[in-house]
């Protein structure tokens, strides 16, 4: 058995996101309630119980609604960087000193059998983050909620067996949109939210195209669709030469729903 990923789920209503091993079993945010977390877990055959770790990616409620339930019904211990903790510390409420884990931006560190780097990103919280997480020869990268991505970013997850990556929105959808000025100015800013060119830019320079697989995430309901998402990045992707039906698999994540187990 190698390490199996699932997306329990992406959107602006809620993220979650599962990694587990024969020995190591966490969570990637928490975003839903403490209850549809459990449902969505049992869904795939995990038992809530069995979760060893939540890391934290940032603050936003969409991603933390119910890191605090689940840490203390089932004694889980949380990971975050110092000011995450102390922007989401009184929304997720008491957390036992023992469950309060710390981790510094940029230093690779040990959760049993696997290694997990945090690495900044680009968005309007404290100090958001990206995970790249190892196990044995085997790496996983997690963007969501960043405007950009950099070129410290593209050199860590370059080289990913599975990119779980943002693709919020169409800029011409969101431009025409209905949401305030003030909010699609936030969206369309390096601190807001990747666009689906973004994605397809970033994935034309990284993949190799050695059986990648690509799940595009945290798509927008009013600012995007399905189909324009995966179009959109495809197209970048197949512009480097790269067959997406031969070479890589490209897929989405949902927000109301588990994606399959990518088992790697």
């Known amino acids: 058995m190698g390490v199996k990923f699932c997306s329990l789920g992406s959107g602006s209503s809620g993220n979650c996101q599962y990694v587990g091993t024969r020995r190591t079993r966490l969570l990637v945010d928490g975003g839903f309630s403490g209850k549809s977390i459990e449902n969505r877990l049992s869904s795939i055959g995990v038992c809530p119980t069995t979760i060893d770790y939540i890391l934290v990616t940032h603050e936003h409620i969409d991603h933390i609604r119910g890191v605090g339930v689940l840490s203390r019904r089932y004694n889980i211990p949380i990971l975050a960087n110092e000011k995450t903790w102390e922007a989401m510390s009184r929304t997720i409420g008491h957390i036992e000193d023992r469950n309060i884990g710390i981790i510094e931006s940029g230093k690779d560190f040990n959760l049993d059998d696997l290694e997990v780097r945090a690495f900044?990103?680009?968005h309007d919280a404290e100090e958001p983050v990206g995970y790249c997480i190892y196990y044995k020869n085997t790496k996983i990268s997690i963007i969501t909620d960043t405007g950009w991505v950099c070129d410290n970013m593209k050199s860590n997850i370059k080289g990913s067996y599975l990119y779980f990556m943002e693709s919020n929105h169409d800029v011409q959808m969101l431009k025409?949109?209905?949401?305030?000025w003030h909010v699609k100015r936030r969206v369309l800013s390096s601190q807001g939210h990747m666009s689906n060119v973004h994605a397809g830019e970033t994935l034309s320079e990284i993949l190799d195209g050695?059986?990648?697989i690509i799940l595009l995430a945290h798509l927008s309901e009013e600012n995007n669709t399905p189909s324009l998402a995966h179009n959109t990045v495809r197209n970048y992707i197949e512009n480097?030469?790269?067959?997406?039906?031969?070479?890589v698999f490209l897929g989405l994540?949902?927000?109301n729903k588990p994606t399959k187990v990518y088992s790697l």
């Open 120 to 122: 900044k990103v680009h």
């Open 176 to 180: 025409e949109g209905s949401y305030p």
């Open 210 to 212: 050695c059986g990648e």
């Open 240 to 247: 480097m030469g790269i067959d997406v039906t031969r070479d």
């Open 253 to 255: 994540t949902y927000k």
